[in-house]
């Protein structure tokens, strides 16, 4: 801009003073003062009063003037068209150049400016902003043909009129939570446009309402005053429907959690046992989400009952106490007595009963990991970094727990070939001479030595947790043999996604969130292969992300809405909704790269963050984050979370400690 600047004020003064020695559209006035070039010129421009304004004895006329003001108009909302707002009375040419540059159209010559406006919002819905006094015939023309995006449209229409408001309903539904004190036709029409049905009046409002609900349960949320029947109706639609049911009644909860617990007659079954029974069901039949999580603060004896059913439900609680670490691991060790025992020796009875009880302790000794891996020598895959002597009590049991390891000595080595090939004392030996000894014995270690070598056969499961325990199962046997058997754990690759959510310019500032966003930033630039990183936004028509990432990425994020995968591994989304998949088809990338487990990162970490991860459950993905990889955008408003990650993250997926733990399970294709 500063280029064109100078041009007119080369035609103003007929000189150039880009070259004079105050540098750069240093202009001097009349006074002898130095303006800077568009400073000047504004005020020039500004000057209507005046019959005409002379400059270094340049008579500029306001013939002169207006020509000049109209140039620099088109000027400033060419390179920017929001600039507009800047510009008094503005020419359908300068709107027109101003609404073309939004919608980043160079050839508009043959279009009007309404075709400008529409092409502009539809880009970048804020645009309306900019229209003064839109017309009831541009409003309809806006909305027309766009469906749930109308959404975005309608929620920017004032004071809209009757023929407008029911142009928006039959283009979604959805929009009648934008209609005040909406009158039951317009509630007629917003359900049967999201039941998809076209002439619904010999339906009753209950009836379309449990029609347009089925189809899609969001509508709940545009019922007023929803009746005990059609709640009903939403529990049997889906159960787990109940957390959108304001207040619901004692009988609505014992008909959600009957269902889940598969009860069909609960007469006679009280509440809470029919909760208990739920959430046990759904925790072990793995569910999108758990019943656990619809309870509205569950006792303290709720919790003991739950747990003495099932210790693995501990990582359903957040923050646990220790009495409630000693119930769960009672339970899963098989102590009887939790006051004479310690939670130490339950931890270990429970890690050499079933090494996946590993999980459940958030800061396991060496004395548990040692127990558990002199039990069950592949277990070692269940330590993050485990230290030599680890490693060596491993491969000393089953040698092929080598190919689990990362990084093994040499002296691990031997150890573990030496183990293969039946050699007590591998001291004498050279590592070369040993694993030539070790295939010798069994052909398999060639795969080991080629990095190739995996715990299956075909479909079948080979489980070698132990030293020299085999146990082979179909894929139709009980996961639970026998007590002397690890339960099976199916070996199965992971795939990684990384998820930036709503990390922009409008949401955060950077000295502010300094810490967690160069967190974020290290994400970005770690050594994470292949790993896909895709950047979603809310709103608007680009992706702006903040600098500090911009240079991350190394390269400049900012790509129309349809340009959603650039041929790299990231990927660039922009939502209309708080969560990330219900208005992208996020869905259909993830599903076509084959990812199972999304990395969270972004903000606000309880409100689009926590909406995209569980819209990520129910679309059957894992979930995990990290300290400093979520937060809060703080304001007087919306405070810091008390905690540095809420419970709902603990309770739903993994929360690892820090970058170098989500490296770890990505290089190993793992799930903890």
Not at 61 to 70: A, F, I, M, T, V
Not at 143 to 167: C, E, H, Q, W
Not at 389 to 394: C, E, H, K, P, S
Request: glycine share 4%; hydrophobic share 40%.
């Amino acid at each position: 801009m500063v280029q064109e600047l100078n041009k007119i004020s080369k035609r103003i003064f007929h000189t150039d003073y880009s070259q004079k020695k105050n540098g750069p559209m240093s202009i001097p006035t009349p006074r002898g003062d130095e303006y800077k070039g568009s400073v000047f010129l504004s005020n020039l421009l500004a000057n209507q009063s005046a019959p005409s304004v002379k400059i270094n004895k340049l008579t500029v006329l306001p013939q002169q003037s207006d020509n000049l003001r109209e140039e620099y108009n088109l000027m400033i909302v060419s390179d920017d068209g929001r600039n507009i707002l800047d510009v008094d009375s503005p020419s359908i040419d300068v709107q027109k150049a101003a609404f073309a540059q939004i919608a980043q159209i160079e050839d508009y010559n043959d279009m009007s400016l309404m075709e400008l406006q529409i092409a502009a919002i539809r880009i970048d819905a804020e645009s309306y902003d900019l229209i003064e006094d839109p017309t009831e015939e541009f409003q309809l023309a806006l909305l027309k043909g766009t469906g749930y995006s109308s959404t975005m449209y309608f929620i920017k229409i004032l004071n809209p009129r009757d023929i407008v408001i029911r142009a928006a309903l039959n283009e979604s539904g959805h929009n009648l939570i934008d209609v005040f004190d909406p009158i039951e036709e317009y509630m007629r029409i917003a359900f049967s446009q999201i039941a998809g049905i076209e002439e619904a009046d010999h339906l009753s409002m209950l009836d379309l309402q449990s029609k347009a609900i089925s189809k899609d349960a969001s509508a709940y949320a545009l019922v007023i005053n929803p009746t005990e029947e059609l709640n009903y109706k939403l529990i049997d639609l889906d159960p787990y429907n109940l957390r959108i049911i304001s207040e619901p009644s004692n009988a609505i909860r014992m008909k959600a959690f009957a269902k889940i617990a598969q009860i069909k007659n609960y007469k006679g079954i009280s509440l809470y046992e029919l909760q208990l029974a739920a959430t046990l069901r759904s925790f072990r039949e793995r569910q999108g989400e758990s019943a656990f999580n619809l309870i509205d603060s569950p006792s303290d004896s709720f919790i003991v009952d739950m747990l003495k059913n099932d210790g693995y439900t501990l990582k359903l609680i957040y923050k646990p106490s220790n009495d409630v670490l000693k119930i769960a691991f009672s339970q899963l060790s098989g102590f009887q007595n939790t006051t004479k025992s310690s939670l130490l020796s339950m931890q270990i009875k429970a890690v050499k009963k079933d090494p996946n009880t590993y999980h459940l302790i958030k800061s396991p000794t060496l004395a548990v990991q040692l127990s558990m891996v002199k039990e069950y020598s592949f277990s070692i895959d269940h330590i993050y970094k485990p230290s030599e002597r680890l490693m060596l009590t491993a491969v000393n049991g089953n040698g092929f727990a080598l190919g689990l390891i990362d990084n093994p000595t040499e002296r691990v080595k031997k150890a573990a070939y030496a183990n293969i090939a039946g050699i007590k004392d591998y001291t004498k030996h050279t590592l070369d001479e040993l694993q030539k000894l070790a295939i010798k014995k069994n052909k398999k270690t060639i795969k080991l030595l080629e990095g190739t070598y995996i715990i299956d056969t075909e479909d079948k499961i080979v489980n070698t947790f132990g030293k020299n325990k085999i146990h082979i199962i179909n894929n139709n046997s009980p996961a639970n043999i026998h007590d002397d058997m690890i339960e099976t754990k199916k070996i199965t690759a992971r795939k990684y996604a990384v998820f930036i959510v709503d990390v922009q310019t409008d949401n955060i500032d950077y000295p502010t969130h300094k810490e967690e966003l160069d967190r974020i930033k290290d994400l970005i630039q770690s050594n994470i292969g292949s790993v896909p990183i895709y950047f979603i936004e809310y709103g608007g028509k680009q992706i702006h992300l903040l600098p500090s990432l911009m240079e991350a990425t190394k390269e400049q994020l900012t790509l129309n809405k349809s340009e959603n995968f650039d041929g790299d591994s990231n990927y660039y989304f922009i939502k209309y909704t708080n969560g990330a998949f219900a208005t992208t088809d996020i869905d259909t990338f993830l599903k076509k790269e084959g990812v199972t487990d999304i990395i969270l990162s972004g903000i606000n970490q309880t409100e689009c963050v926590e909406s995209t991860a569980r819209e990520a459950l129910e679309h059957d993905y894992h979930i995990i984050t990290a300290p400093n990889l979520i937060m809060d955008s703080f304001t007087e408003i919306n405070p810091p979370s008390a905690e540095p990650v809420p419970g709902f993250y603990y309770d739903n997926g993994i929360v690892v400690e820090d970058l170098s733990q989500i490296q770890y399970l990505i290089s190993n294709h793992l799930f903890f």
